[in-house]
């Protein structure tokens, strides 16, 4: 039995709480449904939102556990629609570390309750779910018994942040500590109203005690309180009072109370190092909360190399139409080595960018950027341009080049202007199409699957090669790649690295390689670094190697002497 005894078993008397899980890879819904077996939840699985929505409104529902990545309908856009439509559920996300911070947004909006990791452990995973329908019934009762309390809870935030703002405005150094007790809900759903003002009382007298003399306190939720601190003089003996306080809250209560046990965290941040404006302050402070590491340590103050983080993006965010048309983006070549032959007929098209003030920008960093705010259009568009003239040099010059690989983000993939722009370019260079392999991430074409195909498959007939990248990197579906028109599959640095360890990668490898040679698709392992490694897939009949073992990314004239030189020496292994 999974339902905690005193809070749950009152209220669900007579009938099943529902869950629902939504999940679009059929195999990891099942396995979900399976954690729940042995407790007394009433299951319910879609493998869609839509489908999800349809059950919510046919069925009995106060727990939604969803995917974060889905095609069509995202997770994310999925339990803002359930905000809004069915107000009383508890939507929770489950997904990837990748998609964590994305997951912020969604957790700050209000629209999600937690975040849960995939790989889940089950002992977890009931845990948070039975947290969540303790917040379904600790809502229900606040608004069933207090009807007024919403009005009241809104305009004391409005109070609270009108303070924060004025003593910012003063310029004055505010601190503001957010304390969260996670299991105040519960306790004051089992109290009638004269105790439950009496708790309230306690909490408030207990904080008041430890801080400064001149700090505000907020109770701006049922489980949330802000305090406000004027001019605060120490951090270092702030830090001392808030870990007592933590202490306080977190023990044992006494008298009327002691069969209780609060469950508090606090976080703090400081302006201006940890935020410039109240909203940013206050955004930093709510994603605290929406750590992991928050709930083991208590008390969590933001960190200020965040701020350092935002002021870097936007300089580089800022210089990226300059360094366009000023040529500062450069091509660099790693070669894709044959595993038996060690030629080198093939390579990706990587790039490099020397920033003014930065210094060396690593592509991942940059092109990430410039997919949030829409750049890597521009980008994208001046890479296809360089790298097929690159190409159509080459291959002139070079009659064993069989294929140059270019990468293509998701965005560029939302529309059919990059299959226009490949067209123009074989015909404007006469170029064997073949000679083209573009590389998408398996992320990318997760994002929406009918889009992705649909281009995918316009480039295919115009007579490009497909290479799926970074499969392993977390959502590997092999399902979903086998209905795309793929020619290459990438094996991610991340499985290369566990084969010498893992006898269970090694295995699974050995199998993926040999369904794709069913299928025709080629298999490359990046990020080889080593000859045990290589040794090993070799053995495996793995087609082609890319890494630190043969070669980095190089400049075209370093390209070009690995072409006139191969095959690489040493490194093959007879
Ligand atoms: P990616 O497409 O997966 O590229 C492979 C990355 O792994 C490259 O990093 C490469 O230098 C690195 N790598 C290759 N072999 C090894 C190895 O043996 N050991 C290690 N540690 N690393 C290895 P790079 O060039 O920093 O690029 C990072 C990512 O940035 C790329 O990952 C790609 O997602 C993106 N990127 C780079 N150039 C472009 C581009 O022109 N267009 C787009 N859309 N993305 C690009
Ligand atoms: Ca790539
Ligand atoms: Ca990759």
């Known amino acids: 039995m999974h339902l905690k005894s005193n809070s749950l078993n009152e209220v669900t008397d007579g009938f099943l709480p529902g869950l629902l899980i939504v999940d679009d890879e059929a195999n990891i819904l099942k396995a979900l449904k399976r954690s729940f077996l042995r407790t007394k939840y009433n299951v319910f699985t879609a493998e869609s939102a839509a489908k999800g929505l349809e059950i919510l409104n046919n069925e009995d529902i106060q727990v939604v556990l969803s995917d974060f990545r889905m095609p069509k309908m995202s997770g994310g856009q999925f339990v803002k629609q359930l905000k809004e439509s069915h107000p009383d559920v508890v939507s929770m996300i489950i997904s990837g570390y990748a998609d964590f911070?994305?997951?912020?947004?969604?957790?700050?909006?209000?629209?999600?309750?937690?975040?849960?990791?995939?790989?889940?452990?089950?002992?977890?995973?009931?845990?948070?779910?039975?947290?969540?329908?303790?917040?379904?019934?600790?809502?229900?009762?606040?608004?069933s018994n207090e009807p007024e309390q919403q009005g009241m809870e809104l305009s004391k935030k409005a109070i609270f942040e009108h303070g924060l703002n004025t003593l910012l405005e003063a310029n004055a150094k505010v601190a503001v500590a957010s304390i969260r007790i996670f299991n105040l809900a519960v306790i004051i759903q089992q109290l009638d109203e004269?105790?439950?003002?009496?708790?309230?009382?306690?909490?408030?007298?207990?904080?008041?005690?430890?801080?400064?003399?001149?700090?505000?306190?907020?109770?701006?939720?049922?489980?949330?309180?802000?305090?406000?601190?004027?001019?605060?003089?120490?951090?270092c003996s702030f830090q001392n009072v808030l870990s007592k306080l933590n202490e306080m809250l977190n023990s044992q209560l006494t008298g009327d109370f002691s069969k209780y046990k609060l469950n508090s965290s606090i976080a703090y941040a400081i302006s201006p190092f940890d935020g410039v404006n109240g909203q940013e302050l206050m955004q930093n402070l709510h994603s605290i909360f929406a750590q992991e590491v928050f709930y083991k340590q208590h008390i969590q103050k933001l960190d200020s190399t965040k701020i350092e983080t935002r002021k870097r993006q936007l300089t580089i965010q800022s210089s990226i139409a300059g360094a366009i048309n000023e040529n500062q983006f450069e091509l660099y070549f790693q070669p894709k080595v044959n595993v038996d032959s060690g030629a080198t007929k093939q390579g990706e098209v990587l790039m490099r960018w020397e920033h003014q003030e930065l210094g060396w920008v690593s592509p991942s960093e940059f092109i990430n950027l410039s997919e949030l705010d829409g750049q890597i259009e521009q980008i994208g568009t001046w890479l296809i341009d360089k790298s097929v003239k690159k190409l159509a040099e080459l291959s002139r010059i070079h009659n064993c080049l069989e294929s140059l690989s270019i990468n293509i983000s998701a965005r560029q993939l939302s529309n059919h202007k990059v299959v226009d722009q490949f067209a123009f370019l074989i015909?404007?260079?006469?170029?064997?199409?073949?000679?083209?392999?573009?590389?998408?991430?398996?992320?990318?074409?997760?994002?929406?699957?009918?889009?992705?195909?649909?281009?995918?498959?316009?480039?295919?007939?115009?007579?490009?090669?497909?290479?799926?990248?970074?499969?392993?990197?977390?959502?590997?579906?092999?399902?979903?790649?086998?209905?795309?028109?793929?020619?290459?599959?990438?094996?991610?640095?991340?499985?290369?690295?566990?084969?010498?360890?893992?006898?269970?990668?090694?295995?699974?490898?050995?199998?993926?390689?040999?369904?794709c040679h069913q299928m025709q698709i080629k298999v490359v392992a990046e990020g080889v670094e080593d000859e045990q490694q290589l040794a090993i897939l070799q053995e495996m009949h793995c087609d082609y190697i890319q890494g630190y073992v043969y070669s980095k990314a190089v400049r075209l004239q370093e390209f070009e002497k690995i072409l006139i030189n191969q095959p690489f020496k040493n490194k093959v292994i007879s």
């Not at 909006?109 to 995973?125: D, E, H, I, T, V």
């Not at 489980?223 to 601190?229: G, H, S, T, Y």
């Open 194 to 235: 004269y105790s439950s003002s009496k708790l309230h009382a306690i909490i408030e007298q207990t904080i008041k005690a430890e801080m400064p003399s001149s700090s505000e306190v907020y109770q701006v939720e049922l489980d949330q309180i802000f305090v406000l601190i004027p001019d605060l003089q120490s951090e």
């Open 427 to 515: 015909d404007k260079y006469k170029l064997d199409p073949a000679l083209i392999e573009i590389e998408i991430t398996e992320s990318s074409v997760m994002e929406d699957l009918d889009q992705t195909n649909a281009v995918l498959w316009q480039l295919k007939l115009l007579g490009l090669r497909i290479a799926i990248d970074d499969f392993g990197t977390g959502y590997s579906s092999f399902a979903y790649l086998s209905k795309l028109p793929v020619d290459v599959l990438k094996l991610d640095k991340v499985l290369v690295d566990d084969l010498v360890k893992s006898d269970d990668v090694k295995s699974m490898l050995r199998s993926l390689i040999a369904l």
């Open 101 to 143: 911070d994305s997951a912020i947004e969604v957790l700050n909006s209000g629209a999600a309750f937690k975040f849960l990791r995939k790989p889940w452990c089950n002992k977890g995973l009931l845990e948070d779910v039975d947290a969540a329908f303790d917040e379904y019934f600790a809502r229900k009762t606040v608004i």
